[in-house]
């Protein structure tokens, strides 16, 4: 189960980032009516609320790198997962550290969607 875990968590991460950094209007398909993005502070519900706010962003490219990524099997059969890192928006010298939790849960499908989404930019 944990190895399954680890797995699942990684290419989730994997597709995610890739997704955002190239294609960021896909990541709709990731989420559900019922998903929540707490994105600095700001509480978001539902997929087209959330496909707004990650296509309204101030910057169109990005890049993300990723140093971390510790898992958690949840209730349900669902995956905590917990991503830090930088990003590197264009034309700006400094990378920008972030935090980012999801909490993946499985579909009827048999695959898995982003129920919860908490992003935060770390200052400092």
Same mark, same amino acid.
């Given at each position: *189960?944990?190895?399954?875990?680890?797995?699942?968590?990684?290419? @989730?991460?994997? #597709? =995610? =980032?890739?997704?955002?950094?190239?294609?960021?209007?896909?990541?709709?398909?990731? =989420? #559900? &009516?019922?998903? *929540?993005?707490?994105?600095?502070?700001?509480? !978001?519900?539902?997929?087209?609320?959330?496909?707004?706010?990650?296509?309204?962003?101030? $910057?169109?490219?990005? %890049?993300? #790198? !990723? +140093?971390?990524?510790?898992? %958690?099997?949840? +209730?349900?059969?669902? !995956?905590?997962? $917990? /991503?830090?890192?930088?990003?590197?928006? &264009?034309?700006?010298?400094? #990378?920008?550290?972030? +935090? %980012? *939790?999801?909490?993946?849960? &499985?579909?009827?499908?048999?695959? @898995?969607? /982003?129920?919860?989404? !908490?992003?935060?930019?770390? =200052?400092?």
């Amino acid at each position: *189960m944990e190895e399954q875990v680890e797995v699942v968590s990684k290419a @989730f991460v994997e #597709h =995610y =980032y890739s997704l955002f950094d190239n294609d960021r209007s896909s990541l709709s398909s990731l =989420y #559900h &009516p019922t998903s *929540m993005l707490t994105f600095e502070g700001q509480k !978001i519900v539902g997929v087209d609320e959330i496909s707004a706010k990650l296509r309204d962003l101030p $910057f169109d490219k990005c %890049q993300h #790198h !990723i +140093s971390t990524v510790d898992s %958690q099997p949840s +209730s349900s059969a669902g !995956i905590v997962v $917990f /991503v830090s890192g930088s990003l590197q928006l &264009p034309e700006e010298e400094h #990378h920008l550290r972030f +935090s %980012q *939790m999801f909490h993946l849960v &499985p579909s009827p499908a048999g695959s @898995f969607f /982003v129920q919860n989404d !908490i992003f935060r930019l770390n =200052y400092g």
